[in-house]
């Protein structure tokens, strides 16, 4: 297989044996067989069609934020946008960037073009990709409000632009995250807006978060989605979780809305206490908790 890969990525983009816990704000995750980095849309799209045709398993790493791979590894070959598939474009009030830029820096390049619209998301840790597939939001914001088209790929390497309407953008999830599709680039569309003003309501939002989020620990975020009517911190806190522990893994005491690792967890300690959340949560109000997180590999 790797014969055909390398006449089309050069080999120092192919990578071996890389740890998933240097690829993950959680730190934890084995070893990734293969990470192939990607520069290009046709790069990209002779080695997705080749992947699917011999059936080989292959998994989309944004920048890690949402994710927890477990601790033997995961089997397929790791795609991860690079260098010029993580730049950005600014024209007139029209913001595009490709599937790696990092949402922070959409974020700030925004801000520095005197456009508001991503405000919200300047302290979310992922990548625009990633952040459209997730529809990742805060404090009223989400990717929803400001997407206008989503350039993406489809398994036999075919190009296709979805509107805003034909994503499907709900609470935390797209029409991406039920369809195979690759998220090239992002096109979004902003208002003009005070520099000045733009700058100060993201240090605001940052300011909160750092009082509100447990940020000296690595985590994922929360890592529940919030239940309908109800607010998975506040359920977790009142099953009398804050602080409960297995191994590294435990239920943050600043917001019980997030499992972090406080230093030396495994994958599955942070699996288990996620486990025992939702059963705790469940027998106690009856209500489900759905992970936001996703789990790639084996435990
Ligand atoms: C401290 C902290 C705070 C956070 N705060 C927020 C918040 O306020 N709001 C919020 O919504 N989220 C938040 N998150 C979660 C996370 O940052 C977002 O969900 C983010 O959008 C994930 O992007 P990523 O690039 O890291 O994706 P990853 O974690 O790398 O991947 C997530 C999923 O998206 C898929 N994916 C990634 N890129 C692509 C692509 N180009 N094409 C197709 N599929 C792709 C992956 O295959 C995977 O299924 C937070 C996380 C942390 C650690």
Same mark, same amino acid.
């Given at each position: 297989m790797y014969d055909y890969v390398k006449t089309v990525i %050069?080999?120092? #983009?192919?990578?071996? =044996? #890389?740890?998933m816990r240097d690829y993950t704000t959680f730190r934890v995750g084995g070893e990734a067989g293969c990470m192939i980095l990607i520069q290009s849309e046709e790069e990209l799209a002779k080695l997705i069609s080749y992947l699917n045709r011999v059936e080989q398993e292959y998994f989309i790493l944004g920048n890690g934020s949402n994710l927890l791979v477990g601790d /033997? @590894?995961? #089997?397929g070959i790791v795609l991860k946008f690079d260098g010029p598939m993580e730049q950005i474009a600014v024209e007139g009030t029209r913001v595009s960037a490709k599937a790696g830029a990092l949402l922070s820096q959409v974020a700030v390049a925004a801000r520095e073009h005197g456009l508001s619209g991503l405000e919200f998301a300047a302290?979310? %840790?992922?990548s625009i990709g990633g952040g459209v597939v997730m529809n990742a939001g805060a404090y009223d914001g989400e990717m929803k409000q400001v997407v206008e088209a989503v350039r993406v790929m489809d398994r036999d390497g075919q190009i296709a632009t979805l509107d805003n309407d034909t994503m499907e953008f709900g609470y935390r999830t797209s029409t991406i995250r039920n369809r195979a599709f690759i998220v090239l680039e992002v096109i979004m569309r902003l208002a003009e807006g005070d520099r000045e003003q733009i700058g100060a309501k993201m240090e605001d939002l940052a300011a909160l978060r750092r009082s509100k989020q447990p940020l000296e620990y690595p985590s994922?975020?929360?890592?529940?989605k919030r239940p309908k009517g109800y607010y998975a911190g506040k359920l977790i806190m009142e099953a009398g979780l804050r602080g409960y522990r297995i191994g590294g893994a435990q239920v943050a005491? /600043? =917001?019980? @809305?997030f499992v972090v690792n406080?230093?030396?967890?495994?994958a599955a300690d942070i699996r288990e206490v996620i486990e025992e959340v939702q059963e705790r949560v469940k027998d106690r109000f009856h209500v489900t908790l759905e992970p936001e997180i996703v789990f790639l590999g084996d435990f």
């Open positions: %050069p080999e120092e #983009r192919i990578l071996f =044996h #890389r740890q /033997k @590894g995961y #089997r302290g979310i %840790p992922g994922a975020g929360s890592t529940f005491n /600043k =917001h019980c @809305g406080t230093g030396n967890a495994t």
